[in-house]
């Protein structure tokens, strides 16, 4: 698994289209409120050309790449935080993600009404930002009662906890989102354990017609949101993008998207974007038959990495067998890398670099 993302936004902004063409599903897509209600999911292989690069060498029997979950989450409307519409439900579903697909309508069609009667994509992502902050204020202001009371029995860690708590509640009350406020570590463990809406990562994503993906007229408004709060941005034709999913033949979608402008498909932009949000990192192994791709958090050392695989792995590690991706390729293959003397034997402390070619020494 990569990541699990969440589409969100309000209703008939085209969450559902993008879904179809993200995941190749093809759950209903209406242009009335609520036509999504449970989260329908899709598996979807991130797109990935090292892994079969390093497969045109290696001539495995079988390619696994690594996966994201995307959940298409019902649509949100003013009242969310308050349980209206589908409020709840969709506050419950968007806990359980880790990063944050936050859809906005930027186009105009006769036939899909938008839920507010004009197409405004500020007012938008202030509606569904809202109720999430809103619905983070609740949570906040539980935590603090329950710190209160420690806070009377003398408890010297309820302390800290009651400052950082008062320093994002004023964060959140001036309308702005948990994860752009600049906090110490201490701070951080604090804040993350809050479990807050608004921590987790965004990318937007401005669904916009064919003229606006060339000419950026309405999208300019999401681009200079995402610039003021560090999110991610993608902007994504879903229309176009359902027509491209169409096409099964790779060659014939390189040249419909050549034709259209486009260098890389909204899927692998959202990719980009996730991987670079949650600071992860791609590595492989070549273990038997099986060419396998593997996702982790930058900054983890080798025997995590070899946990993700098996946890007697981690458990019994002893060294890694380490070869990056640029050596493989140049070389040509395996024996080249080592007698090039590219293959690096790598202890306990070794941080897994991304497109690290990997193999785990451990005892059993």
Known sequence: MGFTCGVIGLPNVGKSTIFNALASAQVQASSYPFCTIDPNKGMVAVPDERLYKIAEITHPSKVTPTHIEFLDIAGLVKGASKGEGLGNQFLGHIRTVDAIAHVICCFKKEEVSHIYGSLDPRRDVLIVNTELILADLETLEKRMGKTEKLLRVGDKKAEAEMHVCQKLKSWLEEGKPARTLQSEKDEMRIIKDLSLLTLKPVVYVANVDEEDLKEKSHSTIV????KQEKAGLVIICGDMESEITLLEDEEEKKEFMKDLG????????LVKAG???????????????ELRAWTLLKGTAAPQAAGKIHSDMEQGFIKAEIVSYDDFIKAGSLTAVKEEGHLRLEGKDYIIQDGDIAHFRFSQ
């Not at 486009?262 to 932009?269: A, I, M, T, V, W």
């Open 262 to 269: 486009l260098e890389e498909s909204g899927l692998l932009k």
């Open 223 to 226: 681009e200079q949101i995402a």
């Open 275 to 289: 991987y670079g949000l949650l600071k992860l990192i791609t590595f492989y192994t070549t273990v038997g038959p």
